[in-house]
Antibody, heavy 117, light 107 residues
Framework: EVQLVESGGGLVKPGGFLRLSCSAS????????MNWVRQAPGKGLEWVSS????????YYMDLLKGRFTISRDNAKNSLFLQMNSLRAEDTAVYYC??????????WGQGTLVTVSS | DIQMTQSPSSLSASVGDRVTITCRAS??????LNWYQQKPGKAPKLLIY???SLQSGVPSRFSGSGSGTDFSLTISSLQPGDFATYYC?????????FGGGTKVDIK
């Protein structure tokens, strides 16, 4: 069974940082592109970042302006999102999602990031 | 960036109704269009990928159609568990983008 478990969310002050993790199991993690998708409270889904299976190809949503960094450790079946210079508008549930057939076919339960003073 | 516009943003329907949600892309995305269902407090669930392919385990009452810029998701006979929010998403090019969502609730 495919499992994706996010962790690392919490309350952080504006300008602060957090590192999210996603632990994968039940599939060959190193062969899949992985993504982060977020959802602000009461709002829709917003794609954040993608990283290819090898880590060679990385994409970000335009508005992040270099504040976030996606990475992965295939040996540990883990995906990461380093988030710096956090703003109130980054407050959201962050999901990791596996990509297959150009779609997000498996999702974690999400981890809540709250940016507030 | 490719903009995805869903309509309607919400609708009320009854069990057994046929429901259609539309999604329009700001430029051609060929068939790189996916549909997700999300229930409150839960992660989204993939329903349809590549515009019309039914994800494994998804009931056949869900179907997708379209190509280019215009797409639709149809639920042939709405069931109690189908009351949720539905999102389209394009995977043609980065940045990947979602539609604003369509909330389906009980009439």
């Amino acid at each position: 069974e495919v499992q994706l478990v996010e962790s690392g969310g919490g309350l952080v002050k504006p300008g602060g940082f957090l590192r999210l993790s996603c632990s994968a199991s039940g599939f060959s993690f190193s062969t899949y592109t992985m993504n982060w998708v977020r959802q602000a409270p009461g709002k829709g889904l917003e794609w954040v970042s993608s990283i290819s299976s090898s880590g060679r190809y990385i994409y970000y949503m335009d508005l992040l302006k270099g504040r976030f960094t996606i990475s992965r450790d295939n040996a540990k079946n883990s995906l990461f999102l380093q988030m710096n210079s956090l703003r109130a508008e980054d407050t959201a549930v962050y999901y990791c999602a596996r990509e297959s057939d150009d779609s997000f076919d498996s999702w974690g339960q999400g981890t809540l990031v709250t940016v507030s003073s | 960036d490719i903009q995805m516009t869903q309509s309607p943003s919400s609708l009320s329907a009854s069990v057994g109704d046929r429901v259609t949600i539309t999604c329009r892309a700001s430029q051609s995305i060929r068939s790189y269009l996916n549909w997700y269902q999300q229930k409150p407090g839960k992660a989204p669930k993939l329903l349809i990928y590549a515009a019309s392919s039914l994800q494994s385990g998804v009931p056949s009452r869900f179907s997708g159609s379209g190509s280019g810029t215009d797409f639709s998701l149809t639920i042939s006979s709405l069931q109690p568990g189908d009351f949720a929010t539905y999102y389209c998403q394009q995977s043609y090019s980065h940045p990947l983008t979602f539609g604003g969502g369509t909330k389906v609730d009980i009439k």
